[in-house]
């Protein structure tokens, strides 16, 4: 099982001298082509519920389409990293979304959102807005505030999408969900409660927290140069640094009450990705004053699994990314090399397990397509096309 693999995989070797791991992590761009081949080789174009294996969470979002664990995320990152297009996946795709099953989410992360915008950039755009209007034709406007599921992932999707084809309605739609966020953010600040009311209840981060809205209003300042929109930013990314503590060595993580978290989907560093974002427009002493915990979250030696939510592929992500002052290159390295502990053989291929190291994953989410993004962003040549988080590309450097 892929557990018995992970353990063997932290022992490095398989006891007779030999390598356990068919490629190291770091050994670019090799890494890259084996867990390519172990994602082309884990597919099951005739299974109508899943294409790739990955985390149960797939069963509960349309049928294995979406991009967080789904066929969609994947393609991307096969895309994205230069590991060359799957097409008897695109096909797979496009046959499962002619229509959809009947209550597939609407979302970025979980739903039609992020197959729509994953379909436009392999070229299939007469589909994704296909897709884009289904989405506009339910209560969209109802979703939650986030990036994952909610308001902020379709708005960024209408944004991106306008640019892409030129359709203005689309503009507008992305326009509104901006003004609903910022109606929402309004009424928490003003909220009886005050700095209790928040704009996405109990939760923080880029995935469910108040910084997915940060990265939508931030997205659209930097296309229409109204200040107003990152100020707007600004205010949410406060609401979820209010949320994070710091521990006895001065790394700042989100406090859930019952644990601290560091990782990109529900913790600190997720909330430093769209903070260093945020820098490269305007000048900020608090937010400057955080950066050095946020990144002291991302240098840690032991994370429980590879994933790139949930563990130390988001890690690598954000280390490959920040802008931070004086960040030595030594502690991305050691990430990296870190990976290495998870990683399991599929088929002779570098391929890594999903939450709790409990079985295979090839998704975006939690498995082998998230830890090749995160290696992609950390390892590609600077020639090479920019690898990067949608939404979240590459910054540049000072």
Request: negative net charge; glycine residues 14%.
């Amino acid at each position: 099982t892929a557990a018995t693999a992970g353990t063997a995989a932290t022992a490095g070797t398989t006891g007779r001298g030999g390598s356990y791991v068919p490629v190291d992590p770091a050994d670019w761009p090799r890494s890259r082509d084996s867990m390519a081949r172990a994602i082309r080789a884990s597919a099951t174009p005739e299974r109508d519920d899943r294409l790739f294996p990955g985390d149960i969470g797939q069963f509960a979002d349309g049928g294995g389409l979406g991009v967080a664990h789904g066929a969609a995320g994947v393609l991307h990152v096969l895309d994205q990293t230069g590991a060359g297009r799957f097409e008897a996946g695109e096909e797979w795709l496009l046959k499962h979304t002619a229509p959809p099953p009947r209550g597939t989410p609407l979302g970025f992360y979980d739903g039609l959102a992020g197959v729509a915008y994953v379909l436009e950039r392999l070229g299939h755009t007469e589909r994704a807005l296909e897709l884009i209007e289904r989405v506009l034709d339910e209560k969209w406007q109802r979703l939650a505030p986030d990036l994952h599921g909610g308001l902020a992932g379709v708005g960024l999707t209408l944004d991106h999408l306008a640019r892409a084809t030129g359709e203005t309605g689309l503009r507008e739609r992305a326009d509104e969900a901006a003004r609903l966020l910022a109606d929402r953010l309004g009424g928490a600040a003003g909220a009886a409660g005050g700095a209790g009311a928040r704009l996405t209840g109990k939760r923080a981060g880029l995935l469910h927290g108040a910084t997915g809205p940060a990265l939508l209003f931030l997205r659209l300042y930097e296309h229409s140069g109204d200040p107003a929109l990152l100020d707007l930013a600004a205010t949410a990314l406060r609401q979820d640094l209010d949320r994070c503590v710091r521990d006895r060595h001065g790394t700042l993580l989100v406090d859930e009450g019952f644990r601290t978290m560091p990782y990109l989907g529900a913790g600190s560093v997720g909330i430093g990705t769209v903070l260093d974002s945020w820098l490269a427009h305007r000048a900020d002493d608090d937010f400057e004053a955080v950066r050095g915990g946020i990144a002291a979250a991302a240098s840690l030696r032991y994370y429980a699994q590879p994933g790139l939510f949930n563990g130390r592929a988001g890690m690598v992500l954000h280390l490959a990314r920040t802008t931070t002052p004086d960040l030595a290159p030594e502690r991305l390295a050691a990430q990296i090399a870190g990976l290495g502990w998870y990683a399991v053989p599929y088929q002779g291929q570098l391929a890594f397990p999903g939450e709790q190291m409990m079985r295979l994953s090839m998704d975006l989410a939690t498995g082998t397509a998230g830890c090749l993004l995160a290696l992609g962003a950390a390892c590609a040549p600077p020639h090479a096309e920019p690898v990067g988080l949608p939404f979240l590309p590459p910054l540049r450097r000072p």
